[in-house]
């Protein structure tokens, strides 16, 4: 059988870093009469840092799939993109979460939980410059932008 076809956009909007941060998410859906079909999701934080929001934008869209997808996944982020395409993330896990120079990697919790947000799909992770007329990077921009200025923003436990 095959997976739904699904292409998602994110990104993550910090000011200070870190301050006060956001994300926002395009996902692109087309069902089998060949109608696409889009939802947008942001989420703004108190206190957080750029790469954070980064890695919640792609485990909160993840979250949002339903069944097992073939995903096109785009990211002005290169700290996503070539953790997964550089197999960064492969050396982390067996270094015991540990850099080269034996530090920690940073955002270990999240890592962990975007391990298992792409376990069940087929994902292909591509790197978009950010600000560049892209539409869909430009809106999931102006999302993480938008949902860092609102009242009422969540705690973001690990940082």
Not at 47 to 64: K, S, W
Request: hydrophobic letters at 35%; a positive charge; aromatic letters at 10%.
């Amino acid at each position: 059988m095959n997976k739904p076809k699904v292409k998602i956009y994110t990104d993550g909007a910090c000011a200070n870093n870190p301050g006060k941060g956001g994300y926002g998410v395009v996902l692109l859906f087309e069902d089998l009469s060949g109608k696409i079909h889009q939802k947008n999701i942001s989420k703004g934080f108190e206190y957080t840092t750029n790469n954070r929001m980064e890695l919640m934008a792609v485990i909160d869209a993840l979250g949002c799939l339903k069944s097992p997808c073939e995903i096109k996944l785009y990211s002005d982020s290169k700290y996503v993109t070539d953790a997964v395409n550089q197999k960064w993330i492969d050396s982390w896990q067996a270094k015991n979460w540990k850099l080269n120079t034996s530090n920690p990697v940073k955002n270990i919790d999240l890592w962990k939980k975007f391990l298992i947000a792409v376990k069940p799909h087929d994902i292909e992770f591509i790197w978009v410059k950010g600000h560049n007329e892209n539409k869909f990077n430009e809106l999931c921009d102006k999302m993480a932008v938008e949902a860092r200025l609102k009242d009422n923003l969540c705690q973001d436990d690990g940082v």
